[in-house]
């Protein structure tokens, strides 16, 4: 059985914890493979924010490719994905790919992913949010496929520790893929 691809691009913004229980989760689904892409700067970030190496975030992946490989396989349409995801997304990322500025992988392959209306889940990180990065946010999410799923916190879970909160949101990122978390509570009315 050919497994469904997902491409998952990783930034430099704060909330690098949730691309590895993304990653985690992806694996967990069977049926699934995942194609990281990670930014030096997600890579200086991943280090200010936990204790993971760049190796162990890598083993995480199925397959690991290099930002600056501008003629890998997700460069191009005909290479047959699930979709995108971008975790976290900085807003010079967004702001790439609202412009069509497909200077490296990451943005080449979110490019892709747009113009073959495939799933575009971009985990949008920044606080507070200025007018520029609203517009673009606003104009993304108006074409087919784009997602915005921000990591913000929720508490209608009851979250016992940072962990689960963690959790709860890799799981809102990739459930537009058909990927079902297991521990994943969803609200069910009062």
């Known amino acids: 059985m050919e497994k469904k691809r997902i491409i998952i691009g990783a930034t430099g913004a704060s909330g690098l914890p949730i691309l590895h229980t993304c990653l985690d989760l992806i694996r967990d689904a069977e049926e699934y493979e995942s194609y990281l892409i990670m930014s030096d700067s997600a890579k200086i970030t991943l280090q200010q924010e936990t204790s993971y190496t760049v190796e162990e975030i890598c083993q995480s992946a199925d397959h690991v490719l290099n930002m600056t490989e501008i003629g890998a396989a997700p460069a191009s349409g005909s290479f047959h994905t699930a979709g995108m995801l971008i975790v ?90 058909g990927i079902e978390a297991k521990r994943y509570r969803r609200w069910n009315g009062l």
Not at 100 to 129: F, H, M, S
């Open 88 to 177: 976290p997304c900085s807003m010079k990322t967004i702001a790439g790919i609202h412009s069509g500025y497909a200077e490296n992988l990451i943005l080449r392959a979110a490019d892709v992913t747009i113009k073959e209306q495939r799933p575009l889940v971009l985990a949008a990180r920044e606080t507070p949010l200025s007018q520029v990065h609203l517009r673009n946010l606003y104009e993304l999410s108006m074409l087919p496929g784009v997602r915005i799923i921000p990591p913000m916190m929720t508490f209608y879970h009851r979250p016992e520790n940072i962990e689960e909160m963690i959790y709860h949101t890799a799981a809102k990122l990739v459930e537009p893929f």
